[in-house]
């Protein structure tokens, strides 16, 4: 069992930056890939980036040059930086652990273990 606890959410004017964190329990964090995901209001689920358990990366069209996704070991955690944010970035942003390793799925489906989400909020 994984819980998944993410904070840094808020309210920015567009072109401004947040930093997501999503903290991880357990002893095998380091074994995790790592995906983020966000729920605009009447709008379905999408990958936004995902982590691999040895760094390598992946994102969306929609946020890539502007998000970065990074994790840290150590402190369990990882974190998607946003910059450049525009109004359509707002959503809840959700992480997620996938079911297997290795493949950093886009598919929601493909993700076993789910955060509470933090709300972002990118005015005009």
């Known amino acids: 069992q994984v819980q998944l606890v993410e904070s840094g959410g808020g309210l920015v004017q567009a072109g401004g930056s947040l930093r997501l964190s999503c903290a991880a329990s357990?002893?095998?964090?380091?074994?995790?890939?790592m995906g983020w995901f966000r729920q605009a209001s009447g709008k379905e689920r999408e990958f936004v980036a995902a982590?691999?358990?040895?760094?390598?990366?992946y994102y969306a069209d929609s946020v890539k040059g502007r998000f970065i996704i990074s994790r840290d070991n150590v402190k369990n955690t990882v974190y998607l930086q946003m910059h450049s944010l525009k109004p359509e970035d707002t959503a809840v942003y959700y992480c997620?652990?996938?079911?297997?390793?290795?493949?950093?799925?886009?598919?929601?489906?493909?993700?076993?273990?789910w955060g509470q989400g933090t709300q972002v909020t990118v005015s005009s």
């Open positions: 357990g002893r095998t964090f380091n074994r995790y890939d």
């Open positions: 982590i691999s358990w040895i760094s390598a990366t």
């Open positions: 997620a652990v996938p079911l297997s390793r290795g493949r950093l799925p886009v598919e929601i489906n493909e993700y076993r273990y």
